[in-house]
């Protein structure tokens, strides 16, 4: 009768596909190299083909080897949960989500909207990471975060959504910048002039190259910043103009006089949307979390934002 995969081997496995490194792998695990050799070799006997090879960029899982890779994932990100979930009962926390989200929605209206489910469900810990669209798919695929938040163009094929708020990038200027006196602006025409890029590796900066090169350009972008604060800072101080979704960045602009434009073009209208593997992985706090997200975007909710902003709204320029 064969035996069951235990979890420090299914953890040592893991370790070798990441790393493409046997010693490597050890070492993350605190094994000796021949320890994680023999569990290796002792799996393929068992299953009866080879798991792995050594190809051009190290040691890369065979097809056999990508199939046990994944279920692997899934085993030990059940196993990470369920003992998360079930030692937080001893302090008095009765379950957990975490949630990996985009910048923008970190600074528009996801961390007001946890708070108001918190507020609510006082017995449930919420953990929130930030990262880039890549960063956040990947995490939710893999089982390190329950939830992602995040702009519905990323590759989110697999994973199951649901609808949650919108924002719209918009041209951010020094008042004295030629582009402030604008109403409506298409990104084309901002390319004649310096820009901040803002969180590099990102969704947008990636959507703003697509687009200039569609017209043959590449954005000009004099500094980078990872954030949106430091790049409002910075067209302040007259280096250059930001593309940034304005729901974020408008009580800034209001307070240091920025113009803000808004972008004619039709994906400058972002759509978010919360992610995760699937319903069965979902735990019960998770999906009320998703419920209270979901009614927090209905038609008709001002995000946190712009409520904030409201009776400072002289120093932009719709």
Not at 15 to 31: F, T
Not at 99 to 128: K, N, T
Not at 189 to 194: C, G, W
Not at 244 to 256: D, G, H, M, Q, Y
Request: hydrophobic letters at 45%; aromatic letters at 4%; proline letters at 5%.
């Amino acid at each position: 009768m064969p035996r069951h995969f235990d979890p420090v081997t299914l953890r040592v496995f893991v370790a070798v596909c990441e790393e493409r490194n046997i010693a490597r792998a050890a070492a993350r695990d605190s094994l000796v190299a021949s320890a994680v050799s023999k569990r290796i070799a002792a799996i393929e006997r068992e299953i009866g083909t080879a798991l792995l090879v050594r190809g051009r960029r190290g040691i890369e899982p065979t097809a056999a080897g990508e199939v046990l890779l994944r279920q692997a994932r899934d085993v030990l990100g059940a196993m990470e949960r369920m003992h998360v979930e079930i030692s937080e009962f001893a302090t008095g926390v009765q379950g957990s989500v975490r949630v990996m989200a985009s910048v923008s929605a970190l600074a528009e209206w996801l961390p007001d909207d946890i708070a108001a489910f918190l507020a609510r469900y006082r017995s449930v810990r919420v953990s929130l990471d930030e990262g880039v669209s890549s960063e956040i798919v990947r995490a939710v695929r893999e089982g390190a975060a329950d939830l992602g938040v995040l702009w519905d163009a990323g590759a989110l094929a697999g994973l199951r959504t649901a609808p949650y708020r919108s924002d719209h990038l918009c041209v951010v200027v020094h008042a004295a910048h030629p582009l402030a006196r604008h109403k409506r602006l298409r990104y084309a025409q901002t390319l004649d002039h310096p820009s901040v890029g803002v969180a590099p590796g990102g969704m947008v900066e990636a959507m703003l190259r697509r687009q200039a090169a569609l017209v043959g350009r590449a954005p000009a972008n004099r500094i980078q910043v990872s954030g949106l604060d430091a790049a409002c800072r910075i067209v302040a101080a007259g280096l250059g103009l930001a593309i940034l979704p304005r729901e974020a960045i408008t009580p800034t602009a209001s307070a240091t006089g920025l113009v803000v434009v808004p972008l004619a073009d039709p994906w400058a209208v972002r759509r978010f949307v919360i992610c995760w593997r699937s319903d069965e992985t979902l735990s019960a706090s998770a999906r009320v979390l998703v419920e209270h997200l979901r009614q927090q975007a209905a038609p008709g909710v001002t995000p946190p934002a712009a409520r904030s902003a409201a009776p400072r709204r002289s120093g932009s320029r719709r």
